[in-house]
Structure formats: C-alpha cells, structure tokens
C-alpha cells in the first residue's frame, strides 16, 4: 500500500484541487502513457517523464494555481469591500476661512531645537527653528543663565530648560530677524 501524498489532506475528504476536468485529464494521461512515460519514449529512464512523478508534480502545480487565484479574489474582494465613494482627505482636518485664520495665528513663530555652549565665546546659545521654514537661528544668550546658579545653567543646557530670561532673549531675536527680512 502506498502513503497518501502530501496533498491529501484527510481521509474522506476530496482534495480542493480534484474538479472533475482535472481528475479526467490525470485519466486521460494515464490511458495514452499506459503508466509509463508520459511522452510516449520507450524505456525512458527520466524518472520526471514517469507518470507517477509527473502527476505529483503536475497536482503541486495545480495547488499552487488554486492558491494564487484564491489569493487575487481575495484581494479583489478587500479591494471591493474598502472601495466607498468617501471622501479621502480628513473629515476632522477641515478648515474653514475663520478657523484657519485662527489656527495659523496660534503657531509658534519658533520651535527651540537645544540650548549648547559656544566652542569659540564660551558663552551659551540657543538653535531654533522658525516656524513654516528650515532656517535654523543660532541666538547668542550671552550673560542671560550669569544670575543662576551652576546646576542650573547645567540643567537648562543639559534638558532645555528654558528659564523666562532666555525665552525674553530668543523672542527679541526672531523678531530683529524679521524685522530685517520685512524691510
């Protein structure tokens, strides 16, 4: 008795790849090869033209098809189930003249990127970013952290922490520098 090949999956069950054209196609292959080679050689020691192999590897091709077009209707179906005649931009992003008027005019005109220690002044500086653009503001700080004390300074360079004396100073840089662009 021969093992059940690997693509019979339980016993009693018909295997998904066994359709009736399939199965008299096997047949017919079978009647004109005689179980011997398929191509119709006499004494053919190819062990891949023998009907038994040939058919194995013509049931894994099957299988292999059945599975590539199970895989397209299901992408089909996602494709069909997800297609809807929504609208694609953010329902919750819309703006309207007023409320977008009110939110540009609540934006930072900078965002600090870190506070550091000049390697040429040895004095602290502050880089910033300003908003709406990638110029970067490298803002001398000069004497601003001299009435704090050391640990602080530290901090303050180390975590960002940006005291209101440091903040006063930045502002009053971007706006020289737009100052200067405007006029």
Same mark, same amino acid.
């Given at each position: 008795?021969?093992?059940?090949?690997?693509?019979?999956?339980?016993?009693? *069950?018909?295997? %998904?790849?066994?359709?009736?054209? *399939?199965?008299?196609c096997l047949v017919r292959l079978f009647i004109r090869s005689k179980g011997f080679c398929v191509f119709g050689h006499k004494d053919c020691l190819i062990p891949e033209h023998h009907y038994e192999v040939f058919a194995e590897v013509l049931i894994k091709d099957w299988v292999a098809d059945d599975r590539a077009q199970r895989q397209a209707e299901w992408q089909?179906?996602?494709?069909?189930?997800?297609?809807?005649?929504d609208r694609h931009y953010p329902l919750a992003g819309q703006f309207s003249g007023v409320g977008k008027d009110v939110f540009f005019s609540n934006q930072p005109q900078y965002y600090l990127i870190g506070l550091g220690m000049s390697g040429l002044t040895?004095?602290?500086?502050?880089?910033?970013?300003?908003a709406s653009s990638y110029m970067n503001l490298h803002i001398d700080l000069g004497d601003s952290l001299r009435d704090q004390s050391k640990n602080?300074? *530290?901090?303050?360079? *180390?975590?960002? %922490?940006v005291a209101d004396t440091i903040e006063v100073r930045i502002r009053e840089a971007v706006r020289h520098y737009f100052d200067h662009i405007v006029s």
């Open positions: 008795m021969t093992s059940q090949p690997s693509y019979a999956k339980a016993a009693g *069950r018909k295997p %998904k790849w066994a359709t009736p054209d *399939r199965k008299s089909a179906e996602q494709r069909w189930l997800h297609l809807t005649n040895l004095k602290p500086f502050a880089k910033i970013r300003l602080k300074r *530290r901090k303050a360079i *180390r975590y960002g %922490k």
